[in-house]
């Protein structure tokens, strides 16, 4: 059930003196729905404040003429409304908990020593280099990312600035730049922007292990940004 939200102030007084009577009635219902721990992990402070939603569109819409108390209605509205906010909000909080789930095996596999790194001793120039490296791979990434690498050409949400006209140049060199990749690079790249699947989930698909996904999702950022480099300097030399 979602409404446009509404504000005390629209309430008339006789409105806004119903809902300050029955704000009670929020919590108690609030109470009995957040020991529901299908809402696991959401603060009891939201449902209150979805109810309080729910209970001023009651005051507002409440016509006592129809034969039933205002308690029974805005009880309804009121429940309706904390629920329809905990499935808004248990939504994005997947949604939330699952990108930093993709950034977190991102930056792990950015980080690790690649396979054919010999090992060396620590040393702030080898740390520097590495910190490098994966500010390069993330900054690959969020092109990858960005939903606007697979719209049509000519389909622009910017203005058309000199910096976003270089970025969208960049992008669709990046897009020519993943026909270079081979067969397994490209289904982990695809799989893993574009699909939004996690390293486990591409790896079961591979019948490969996490481990090397995530080899592989480095491997081919390199490529990537080795292809990107050879554009640029072809550029220059041209």
Do not use: C
Not at 12 to 40: G, K, N, Q, T, Y
Not at 154 to 167: E, I, K, R
């Amino acid at each position: 059930m979602t409404s446009t939200p509404v504000a005390p102030q629209e309430l008339s007084p006789e409105a806004r003196e119903l809902a300050e009577r029955h704000m009670p009635l929020v919590h108690r219902i609030a109470a009995v729905l957040f020991r529901d721990r299908s809402f696991h992990g959401i603060p009891f402070e939201e449902f209150v404040q979805f109810g309080m939603q729910g209970l001023l569109q009651a005051a507002m819409r409440f016509d006592a003429s129809r034969g039933f108390s205002f308690e029974t209605y805005a009880s309804h509205r009121i429940r309706g409304a904390i629920l329809s906010g905990l499935d808004i909000s248990t939504e994005v909080n997947l949604q939330v908990a699952a990108r930093r789930r993709l950034l977190a095996e991102r930056v792990g596999s950015l980080a690790a020593p690649a396979e054919d790194d010999a090992p060396a001793q620590p040393s702030p120039e080898g740390a520097l280099g590495r910190l490098v490296q994966v500010s390069i791979g993330l900054a690959i990434a969020f092109m990858l990312d960005d939903t606007t690498m697979y719209e049509a050409e000519g389909v622009h949400h910017w203005d058309d600035g000199s910096a976003n006209l270089a970025y969208r140049q960049l992008q669709r060199r990046l897009r020519g730049a993943l026909d270079k990749l081979n067969e397994q690079e490209r289904r982990v790249v695809e799989g893993h922007y574009f699909l939004h699947e996690a390293f486990e989930d591409i790896a079961a698909a591979m019948a490969l292990s996490k481990g090397r996904i995530s080899q592989i999702h480095k491997k081919a950022l390199q490529r990537l940004h080795a292809e990107l480099a050879s554009l640029r300097l072809a550029d220059f030399v041209a």
